[in-house]
């Protein structure tokens, strides 16, 4: 068995996505060693867009991360020809929910990555971990080895450390019953974050900056869902999606037919579309070297707080690392950002269930009775 890194002191991360590379850079600041191990040989393809809460934004701000995306201070939301507009809540001062590309997040994590010389080490497939007395072990499936005192399981909804951890739960990913779309598309036209509910499924549709750092031109992020079969979902092409996107954006309003209209006729605006999966939150979060976060974690579907989540999570297990770990501050750990998670994600998953979508004129006048009779309660203001 061929071993690459041994350090009494190191904590291994397991995943260099968004919660892995987080906790990495919260640790290197705190003097903490670390290193991460990621199954892929490398990062790309396709980007989307996602909503970063403004505690979010506040923690890559802390982090040295700061100017991507576009600030959303307000939510509107559309029920036909009625409008509602929320006052989005900031914290700390400016600190504001924004709309980003998930590439531009990562960008910048590797960048700060790199700055403070973290390691990450490519094409480690985990295939066991090894608890000892004092250490622990992650063996690749080809024989590598990967020795610490900790490990952090940051490795998304599948988590192969969640299954380590809780061999006898439910760690499997679930298809969640539709497609996740996105398109990206040139536009200097400023939006506020916008959720137009319409009787055949709902449409998001905010500003989101550059793509990345290089980019001359802003884009704006058109999000929605089409309910399919898995099978389908995994087999759609380009082509298809516009096709029954296009279909679905007859009965939208002019405004919204305008903007699909530019999304098709534009060269540069990019497509994505994936199968969207869930999961279950696993009974057991850590163990007496084990952690996890993350998606590995709280394995729901976007609704808006999975990258705020996983940064939230982040910055409590590094916290918890620099104020000494007792069992009964990993008790509280797990306890604390369960709870959040739970909340927000039990919330996304009960809304874009096929049969919650709205179907009727009847429906969609007793939804925007209910978020006018929300607005007053809270004087006009959300938190995101």
């Given at each position: 068995m061929k071993q690459i890194t041994k350090s009494k002191d190191l904590v291994i991360i397991v995943g260099a996505g968004i919660a892995g590379l987080s906790l990495a850079i919260q640790l290197t600041e705190k003097n903490i060693p670390c290193t991460i191990i990621e199954a892929r040989e490398?990062?790309?393809?396709?980007?989307?867009?996602?909503?970063?809460?403004?505690?979010?934004?506040?923690?890559?701000?802390?982090?040295?991360?700061?100017?991507?995306?576009?600030?959303?201070?307000k939510l509107v939301m559309y029920f036909g020809e009625n409008k509602i507009t929320f006052d989005v809540e900031k914290i700390q001062g400016d600190s504001a929910a924004i709309i980003v590309t998930r590439l531009a997040v990562f960008e910048k994590l590797r960048e700060r990555i790199k700055e403070l010389g973290i390691e990450i080490i490519y094409n480690f497939k985990v295939g066991n971990v090894i608890e000892n007395t004092e250490t622990i072990e992650a063996i690749s499936k080809d024989g590598k080895s990967v020795k610490g005192t900790y490990l952090v399981g940051?490795?998304?909804?599948?988590?192969?450390?969640?299954?380590?951890?809780?061999?006898?739960?439910?760690?499997?990913?679930?298809?969640?019953?539709?497609?996740?779309?996105?398109?990206?598309?040139?536009?200097?036209?400023?939006?506020?974050?916008?959720?137009f509910n319409n009787t055949n499924g709902n449409i998001g549709l905010g500003s989101i900056g550059k793509i990345k750092s290089v980019d001359s031109f802003k884009n704006n992020f058109m999000w929605l869902h089409l309910h399919m079969t898995e099978v389908q979902a995994e087999a759609?092409?380009?082509?298809?999606?516009?096709?029954?996107?296009?279909?679905?954006?007859?009965?939208?309003?002019?405004?919204?037919?305008?903007?699909?209209?530019?999304?098709?006729?534009?060269?540069?605006?990019?497509?994505?579309?994936?199968?969207?999966?869930?999961?279950?939150?696993?009974?057991?979060?850590?163990?007496?070297?084990?952690?996890?976060i993350g998606d590995a974690a709280h394995p729901y579907g976007p609704g808006g707080q999975g990258i705020s989540m996983a940064l939230m999570d982040a910055e409590a297990l590094c916290d918890l690392f620099v104020s000494g770990i007792t069992e009964e501050?990993?008790?509280?750990?797990?306890?604390?950002?369960?709870?959040?998670?739970k909340e927000k994600g039990e919330s996304s998953e009960e809304r874009n269930r096929p049969e919650n979508q709205i179907t009727s004129e009847e429906e969609l006048l007793t939804k925007y009775q209910f978020m006018k009779d929300f607005h007053q309660s809270t004087g006009g203001k959300m938190e995101l």
């Amino acid at each position: 068995m061929k071993q690459i890194t041994k350090s009494k002191d190191l904590v291994i991360i397991v995943g260099a996505g968004i919660a892995g590379l987080s906790l990495a850079i919260q640790l290197t600041e705190k003097n903490i060693p670390c290193t991460i191990i990621e199954a892929r040989e490398s990062f790309g393809g396709a980007t989307t867009g996602v909503r970063i809460s403004a505690k979010g934004v506040r923690i890559l701000e802390n982090m040295g991360i700061s100017h991507i995306g576009e600030k959303t201070e307000k939510l509107v939301m559309y029920f036909g020809e009625n409008k509602i507009t929320f006052d989005v809540e900031k914290i700390q001062g400016d600190s504001a929910a924004i709309i980003v590309t998930r590439l531009a997040v990562f960008e910048k994590l590797r960048e700060r990555i790199k700055e403070l010389g973290i390691e990450i080490i490519y094409n480690f497939k985990v295939g066991n971990v090894i608890e000892n007395t004092e250490t622990i072990e992650a063996i690749s499936k080809d024989g590598k080895s990967v020795k610490g005192t900790y490990l952090v399981g940051a490795d998304g909804v599948g988590s192969i450390v969640r299954r380590l951890l809780n061999p006898n739960g439910d760690s499997e990913k679930r298809y969640s019953g539709y497609l996740g779309i996105g398109f990206i598309y040139p536009s200097d036209e400023k939006v506020e974050m916008s959720l137009f509910n319409n009787t055949n499924g709902n449409i998001g549709l905010g500003s989101i900056g550059k793509i990345k750092s290089v980019d001359s031109f802003k884009n704006n992020f058109m999000w929605l869902h089409l309910h399919m079969t898995e099978v389908q979902a995994e087999a759609i092409t380009d082509e298809e999606v516009y096709s029954q996107v296009s279909d679905k954006a007859k009965n939208w309003s002019p405004y919204l037919q305008d903007v699909f209209q530019e999304i098709k006729k534009n060269p540069k605006t990019v497509i994505y579309h994936l199968p969207v999966y869930n999961g279950n939150v696993p009974e057991k979060w850590y163990s007496e070297r084990l952690f996890l976060i993350g998606d590995a974690a709280h394995p729901y579907g976007p609704g808006g707080q999975g990258i705020s989540m996983a940064l939230m999570d982040a910055e409590a297990l590094c916290d918890l690392f620099v104020s000494g770990i007792t069992e009964e501050r990993k008790a509280k750990f797990q306890t604390t950002n369960c709870a959040f998670a739970k909340e927000k994600g039990e919330s996304s998953e009960e809304r874009n269930r096929p049969e919650n979508q709205i179907t009727s004129e009847e429906e969609l006048l007793t939804k925007y009775q209910f978020m006018k009779d929300f607005h007053q309660s809270t004087g006009g203001k959300m938190e995101l």
